[in-house]
């Protein structure tokens, strides 16, 4: 699958369990903005 996105700011992180999910943090900054997490393996 190829997908294409436009953007201004790439992190790249492990998620973490969070109760009965998964959670990555973004830097403070992004608070209040959208935001797009890609599975990459």
Known sequence: MKIEMNGFE???KIA???GNSSRIY???K???KKVRAVLIE
Do not use: L, M, Q
């Open 30 to 32: 992004w608070e209040g």
């Open 16 to 18: 973490v369990k969070g």
């Open 10 to 12: 790439v992190v790249e």
């Open 26 to 28: 973004v830097p403070k």
